[in-house]
Every structure is written in C-alpha cells, then in structure tokens.
C-alpha cells in the first residue's frame, strides 16, 4: 500500500498511529514532573486520568506513586496497567516519598536561612541609620505583597536608585514563600495518600510518619523565619545614610551578577575561588561571587538554563503545557556538582530514589576539586549537606570507592 500524503489522510479521516513501548513511562514521568516538581498533585492525576480514559482515581494514584505500571503490549499495542516487578519494571519511576520531604526540606532550609541572613543584614544597616529619608510599611501592605500585589511596596522602593537593589531579596522571599507553600501541599498530600502512610501505622510506617512530622516541623519554622525577618524589615525605616558595609555589598553584588548573566555567563577559572558556582561533568565551572543572602546558585542555574546549556522543557508535551525543567534539580541530576566556599556537595548518587540511573563524579571533576580545595581552602573541605569537615587527602582517598564515598558524605 502506498504511503499516503497528509492532504490523503484528512481527506480520509482516518488515521493510525503506532504506540511506542515507552509511551507509558513517558506518560508516568510526565505525571509525577507535576507532583515532585511542580507540587501540583491535582494535575498530576489529570495527566494519567484523561490520558487512560476511564481510569479511576484510586488507580490513577497508584500509577502516579509507582506501585503500578505502565508498560506497553508489542503485539496488540495496547497501554496495559499491572503491579511493579521488582527487576522487571526498575526503569519505571517511583516516587519515593521520604526521599522527596527530605530533598525539598533541605533545600527550603538552606535557602531560607540565607533569606533570613540577608533581612538580618538589612536590619542592622537600618538600625544604625543616621536617617534622612525613610520608608513607612504596614501590616496591610505587607500582606498584599504576599499575596503578590508587588506594586505596593516594589514601586516605592525603586523610586530611589540606591535601594533599588534591595527590592530584589523581597522579590525573592516572595518567590520562595510561594514555592515553600506548594511544597507543604505536596508533603501533605503525600503524607495523606501514600499506602507507607495509610491506615494502621507499623513499625516502619511509624518510622515514616516521625520523619515527615521531622520534615514538616523543620519546613514550618524556616517558612515562619523568612515571613518574620520580612516583616520586621518592612516595619523599619529605610535611609539613604545607612552604613557601606554587609548591605551595600548585597547591593553592589547584584549589580555585578545583573550584569554578567546579562552578557550570558561563560566558565570561568575555578582556582579563581569565586564565591559560589555548579561544577559540570566535563570540567567547566560556572560561578559567580556575591553575598550569601543573592542566592547564588539558583541565578546560576536560571543563566545557565537561558543560555541553553540546560533544557527549557523535558519533552514536547511539557512544552505544550508550559512545565519547564526546575534548573537546580536538573543539574543535580546530571552529575553537576555544587560548590559554596569550600563546601562541595553532589546529589547525582541520589537519582535511583526517583527512578533514574544513578551517576558518579566524573575523574575531571574530581581533579578540578582537589585542586581548589588544596589552593585555596587550605586543604580543608566541608562535603555533603551536613558539612562534613575533613582534609581533601582523606576526601580523595573516599573517592577512589565512589559508593564508599557517596554512602560516607553524599547519602541521606
């Protein structure tokens, strides 16, 4: 039979496709992006829901978390849904719940005790004000911004150039005050749906549900922090007269990182000790400097995903529903590692807890590390999110076993 013409075929009205054998995973992977990235469990299941028509929500979230599957039929090319084998089905996902609170709770705490470090800083600076101009905010206003109404409080601060800069660590805050609301949904969501969570709690479904009331006490109080240290700096006066130190330099950094990722940022010489940066696979390091509170990492990652280097989308279906790739997690992923100071941490070796294939510190990057840390930390290293300090000579010698060394500084 001939091949038919596009004009032949909607001229026909009728067409056949043909069923990949990965269009289930595809289908299960775009569904939990919704869930563990997006924080959006609702949109999570419309993904499997209107996908396989008719299929109950009970089913669909077993398909979501991975203790269902979706492989697909060869001979009838059918979409057939039938309980995980262990060994048969590991390249489908799974979600890990405890994997996901913990990952996302250390990086709201992180990220929100830098938050927290730079209202502080400003703080102080306004304290010790000789005042001559001043900025008055209330209770009311403070809300509003939160709500997102920026204009509020935004178009007032950049009437005035100096305290331009300033505005920018609120608009952070706001950002993450949003992203850390979603992220408590999602934890709660889990924590009420998953089958590690339901009904009766045994010994380890007890172990489970300690940790998350761990997780969830732990992201509260940082959310609680961030909402306070805002607050009372909105409540103090702003002067142009405040002292050229700690905010004045978060001021002058921004303007600096404002400018480079203007220009698209580029590598740049690790021995240069800039003050933090993402390590790739192959050895190029991206870095900026600036101060704790410009939150660093993650406008490296956005200039990183602006100028290509990471993907805006992880398919075209997430490009038709404007689901683009969290930029972080997608280093991460990757084998990038993450460089603050002498503070090295990598979280590649992590990947299997999502269905991924896990990934080791490549040679290079191991070579670039010792060679900062021993240049220009005094071959001292703090590994891992516990900040683990030890000698880059012991660190070396743990590397030479990478599941020996991932399991002592990289493992929750």
């Not at 609120?170 to 999602?186: D, L, P």
């Not at 280097?309 to 689901?323: A, F, G, T």
Request: hydrophobic share 40%; glycine share 6%.
């Amino acid at each position: 039979m001939a091949k038919q013409t596009a004009d032949e075929i909607i001229e026909s009205g009728v067409c056949h496709f043909t069923v990949g054998e990965d269009l289930g995973l595809r289908l299960m992977e775009i569904a939990q992006e919704h869930l563990t990235e997006r924080n959006n469990p609702v949109q999570a299941l419309k993904t499997i829901t209107e996908s396989l028509m008719g299929c109950p929500t009970d089913l669909a979230v077993l398909i979501l978390l991975g203790n269902m599957v979706l492989p697909v039929d060869v001979e009838t090319q059918q979409v057939i849904c039938q309980d995980r084998v262990k060994g048969e089905h590991d390249r489908f996902p799974k979600v890990d719940p405890i994997y996901f609170m913990e990952s996302r709770t250390r990086k709201i705490v992180e990220y929100g005790g830098n938050l927290v470090v730079g209202f502080r800083m400003l703080q102080n600076n306004i304290r010790t004000n000789r005042g001559v101009f001043s900025i008055d905010f209330d209770y009311d206003d403070i809300f509003k911004f939160i709500a997102g109404d920026n204009d509020v409080i935004l178009d007032e601060l950049r009437d005035n150039r100096e305290i331009d800069g300033i505005a920018s660590l609120f608009e952070t805050a706001k950002r993450f005050i949003e992203e850390t609301m979603k992220t408590q949904s999602t934890m709660e969501w889990l924590m009420q749906t998953c089958d590690d969570f339901k009904g009766k709690l045994g010994k380890q479904e007890g172990k489970n549900y300690e940790k998350y009331l761990q997780f969830r006490g732990d992201v509260a109080d940082t959310l609680n922090d961030v909402v306070y240290d805002m607050n009372q700096t909105l409540k103090l006066k702003f002067s142009l007269d405040a002292p050229v130190d700690d905010v004045a330099m978060y001021i002058e950094s921004a303007r600096e990182i404002d400018a480079v990722i203007e220009k698209g940022i580029v590598p740049v010489d690790i021995l240069d000790n800039y003050s933090a940066g993402w390590l790739s696979p192959e050895g190029d390091y991206y870095a900026l400097n600036g101060e704790i509170a410009n939150m660093l990492h993650i406008q490296i990652a956005d200039a990183l995903q602006e100028k290509g280097l990471i993907p805006m989308y992880e398919s075209d279906r997430d490009k038709e529903l404007d689901m683009k790739l969290n930029p972080d997690a997608w280093l991460e992923q990757h084998g990038w590692v993450k460089i603050h100071g002498n503070n090295v941490q990598f979280a590649g070796n992590l990947n299997k807890q999502m269905g991924k294939p896990n990934v080791r510190m490549t040679d290079k990057q191991l070579e670039l590390i010792r060679n900062y840390i021993t240049d220009c930390h005094q071959c001292v290293i703090k590994v891992g999110w516990r900040l683990e300090k030890t000698s880059i000579g012991m660190f070396m010698n743990y590397s030479q076993n990478p599941i020996q060394m991932n399991k002592k500084f990289f493992d929750f």
